[in-house]
């Protein structure tokens, strides 16, 4: 009963739901267990995609499933680079991509910017349930910080005079859109398993 898949290639991901999950006695199990194919992210939103992604892997168990999507939106890119944020720019760096997207704000009033974390899960019914966080910011003028990952060392979070790269992972997870997710997540688990 307390057995979660969590459908992702990403082990990262899947050792951090372990260190949130296994204390409230939840047993984590990960793709390598499973005959899978990988789900093409045909969604157009955050919590369609993660939503994809769990459906893809239920059939294949008899278990609690779990995906999530997540990004960041920029308000003068038309929210760029939002669903694609993983694949943004091909095959560049972060450091790369980074560079490229304080280029394409230069000229642009409005740094204003968003981190959106969207946590899909199917339950034994085979019920769909969506959590949802959101970070807000803005895109810094510079890169700066070596914490965190992807877009954290330009995203300046709101109401901070620092990047997220320059927060602690503690610091980072008390305000970012993951954690806002992971904690709906846990308060829906406690509630019902
Ligand atoms: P996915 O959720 O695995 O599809 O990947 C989302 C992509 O969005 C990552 O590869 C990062 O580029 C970016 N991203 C998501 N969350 C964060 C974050 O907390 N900090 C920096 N970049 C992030």
Known sequence: MKDIMIATGNLNKVKEYKEILEPLGFVIHDLSEINHTDV??????????????AESVVKSCKMICIADDSGLSITALDGAPGIYSARFMGDKTNTETNAVIIEM??????????FTCAIALIDHEGESHLFEGIMEGSIA?????????????????????????????????????????????????????
């Open 40 to 53: 093409e992210e045909t969604g157009t939103t955050f919590s369609e995609n993660a939503l994809l992604k």
């Open 141 to 193: 003028f510079e890169p700066k910080g070596s914490n965190g990952f992807g877009y954290d060392p330009i995203f300046i979070p709101k109401g901070l005079d620092k990047t997220s790269a320059e927060l602690t992972s503690a610091e980072k997870n008390a305000i970012s859109h993951r954690g806002k997710a992971t904690r709906l997540l846990l308060e829906y688990l406690k509630e019902n398993y």
């Open 105 to 114: 704000l230069k000229d642009k009033a409005d740094r204003s910017a968003w």
